[in-house]
């Protein structure tokens, strides 16, 4: 009898273990659609932005307009060419910030906020 208590508790934790995979987190688009867990990426003049939200707090004040987004590819392609996203629609306005270089502020549909995307280290 204990036997085949042990047997199951031991079937029953691998099977718990198989079942445990990796999830994806859905995150929206600034279109509303909802895309996979890949990085929202954006690539300027060779250089490639990353997402970090829309919590500017005041930090960076909106300075020049860089360009509007190109193209947009699929969410896990990385993208090559300028102004091409990832994330981003067709059309979206990019700005450069006063206080850092290397960090843009992109247009939201949402009056006044804006998302702020940081350049990559490599």
């Known amino acids: 009898m204990r036997y085949y208590l042990c047997l199951v508790l031991i079937v029953s934790m691998v099977l718990t273990g198989c079942t445990s995979g990796t999830q994806v987190t859905n995150k929206h688009s600034s279109s509303g659609e909802e895309v996979g867990s890949y990085a929202a990426l954006l690539r300027i003049n060779g250089a490639e932005y990353r997402s970090v939200g829309t919590k500017n707090k005041g930090e960076y004040t909106l300075s020049d307009e860089i360009g509007k987004v190109k193209k947009?590819?699929?969410?896990?392609?990385?993208?090559?060419?300028?102004l091409v996203s990832n994330y981003l629609d067709e059309g979206i306005l990019i700005y450069s910030v006063e206080e850092?270089?290397?960090?843009?502020?992109?247009?939201?549909?949402?009056?006044?906020v804006y998302e702020i995307f940081k350049k990559t280290k490599k």
């Open 72 to 82: 947009r590819v699929p969410p896990e392609v990385l993208p090559k060419d300028n």
């Open 100 to 112: 850092d270089s290397d960090v843009i502020l992109v247009q939201t549909e949402v009056d006044g």
